[in-house]
């Protein structure tokens, strides 16, 4: 079999595999947060910490528990990280500092999952599983909550009330990300994953030098990286770790595991509604943007241009033997979109305009299907936008949903949209003016200048992955990185919420013969065509001084 069409069977099987689980994943998501009942171990949760998760929350409410829950998780890892020396299982390693403990726990609640660490010789057992694991779940569990809210603000009518915080945060941990981690842990340990505590081991290598080799708890922490689109892996080298990625099955289940949540939340969103057609629109756009980047990034890595990739006769530096052109290329698009961060090859080492379709992946908002809650509500924000501009090629109204989009909601989904270009181009712009990204870089000319771009461009907007050329553990980087990831991640949530509230105050409007149609695919490709209009016009410079520039080059 050609290594083409082994490529395009992996492809085939994963979207049959997502198509298999949509419908009924989605509609066991929105009947957990739907439910009226709490389990045993949600109750006593909710007593632990105080909460009444019967009680409604308008949006500021609603905004309140989210920042406040971040913002003790934010203060809970950085202390656990400044004492693990002092904690049992430590491994002899020492204490993070203090700028780097801020960025990996900035990192870790906005769901960034950002490392300018080595894990394997930097985070002690209980770091790893006390600390980075526990918020890899409740970060993503954060994100699936506020889509959850906005959603219920599109299905709600005459009042301002979202649901409850703490009862769609712990419903979500405990309800959908620990079951599908348990059995994703058990599968990936089969397949040979490790998974243990014990202690370090050093082994001698063919050349006579001594070799640390880190044991953990890896498949767990594995499972809920990619299915919580987190990103941060227990090894420095990520997936491209055998004993985070042993094989071929397991690639591909990790890829299917990124993937599977935020492609089934559009069916969650038609449940909640009460359209299922309106959640094959949203996820069709979706879809089409995915497989264009797969099919874009597939074919240039296969042509290898560039005279490097010629003469040695392909593309495979920064891969994986085990994986090869097509599996790299998939993982690497399928990461990029999802917000996930996690790389089973060095992105770096792409070639320029491969590297150009991977930062416009996470330019585009990581939408495509996008992090899990953030892709949905991000891709809804965009389909406001859409609407409204039909809206004004009509001279009508623009309704979504049955919901009118006046001014106050046009100016929140404006200003959601601006925050992330903000903080990616302010960023660049600041570390290349002050001399932090140049003295960072490990290549010069638009390629170095590329590595600058894709650190913030990937802090600002969640992702966590890199170009592994760039140093970024400095204590200018560390520190702006982190607020990046903070504002990044936060700030958005502040709109998003605040429209939610806003459509669940209207009373719904009736379908007329003008109503534009939005489960249809003119619809699907109104917004295709918007979401690539307003990302081109906002960072085409900036893509042309960095990928572009090089690509051309080459």
Not at 178 to 190: G, T
Not at 224 to 231: A, C, P
Not at 450 to 469: I, K, P, Q
Not at 511 to 521: D, Q, S
Request: hydrophobic share 50%; with cysteine.
């Amino acid at each position: 079999m050609s290594p083409v069409l082994a490529d395009v069977l992996v492809v085939i099987a994963l979207i049959g595999a997502l198509a298999l689980v949509h419908r009924p994943l989605g509609d066991y998501m929105a009947a957990v947060f739907q439910s009226e009942k709490h389990l045993r171990v949600e109750r006593w949760i909710y007593r632990s910490v105080g909460a009444n998760p019967d009680v409604e929350m308008r949006w500021p409410a609603y905004l309140r528990g989210v920042l406040m829950f971040s913002a003790v998780s934010v203060l809970f890892l950085f202390l656990l990280q400044r004492v693990q020396d002092k904690l049992p299982l430590s491994l002899g390693f020492k204490p993070i500092s203090p700028d780097q403990a801020f960025n990996t726990a900035a990192s870790f609640v906005s769901n960034t999952n950002w490392q300018s660490y080595s894990g394997e010789v930097a985070m002690s057992h209980v770091t790893q599983t006390m600390g980075l694991a526990v918020q890899n779940f409740v970060s993503a569990a954060v994100g699936i909550a506020v889509a959850v809210a906005l959603v219920r603000g599109f299905a709600r009518s005459r009042t301002g009330e979202l649901g409850n915080f703490w009862a769609d945060l712990v419903r979500c941990t405990i309800r959908i990300l620990i079951p599908i981690c348990a059995v994703a842990a058990v599968v990936l340990i089969a397949a040979g994953a490790i998974q243990n505590f014990g202690d370090v081991h050093y082994v001698t290598t063919l050349t006579g030098d001594k070799q640390a080799i880190s044991p953990g708890a890896v498949a767990s922490q594995e499972a809920i990286k990619d299915l919580g689109t987190n990103g941060g892996g227990f090894f420095n080298a990520n997936s491209a770790h055998p004993f985070e990625n042993p094989n071929g099955f397991t690639n591909w289940l990790e890829i299917f595991l990124l993937l599977v949540i935020p492609c089934s939340l559009p069916r969650t969103f038609g449940r909640m509604v009460g359209s299922v057609k309106q959640g094959y629109a949203i996820v069709a756009a979706m879809g089409i943007i995915w497989f264009v980047g797969v099919v874009a990034v597939t074919w240039i890595e296969y042509a290898h241009p560039g005279t490097a990739s010629q003469l040695a006769g392909g593309a495979m530096e920064g891969k994986e033997q085990r994986f090869g052109e097509g599996n790299s290329s998939l993982f690497a698009v399928s990461t990029t979109m999802t917000s996930t961060g996690s790389v089973n090859s060095f992105h770096d080492s792409y070639s320029g305009l491969s590297g150009g379709v991977l930062l416009l992946g996470m330019m585009l908002g990581e939408i495509a299907p996008g992090g899990v809650g953030s892709g949905l509500y991000g891709m809804l924000i965009m389909a406001i936008i859409a609407v409204f501009i039909a809206g004004l090629m009509v001279g009508r109204t623009p309704e979504y949903l049955g919901k009118k989009i006046g001014s106050r909601e046009i100016k929140l989904a404006a200003c959601y949209i601006l925050v992330t270009p903000a903080l990616v181009l302010v960023g660049t712009a600041a570390a290349m003016a002050l001399g932090k990204g140049e003295s960072s870089m490990t290549n010069v000319g638009p390629h170095g200048f590329s590595e600058v771009l894709y650190a913030y461009t990937s802090a600002s907007n969640n992702n966590g992955s890199a170009f592994a050329g760039f140093a970024a553990n400095t204590e200018y980087h560390n520190t702006m990185l982190g607020l990046c990831m903070l504002l990044g991640r936060f700030v958005p949530m502040v709109f998003v919420l605040a429209l939610a509230g806003s459509l669940a105050e209207q009373k719904p409007v009736p379908v007329t013969a003008g109503t534009l149609r939005t489960e249809k695919p003119l619809f699907t490709g109104l917004l295709v065509g918007s979401i690539m209009i307003i990302t081109g016009l906002t960072f085409f410079p900036a893509l042309a001084l960095g990928p572009l520039a090089e690509g051309l080059a080459s």
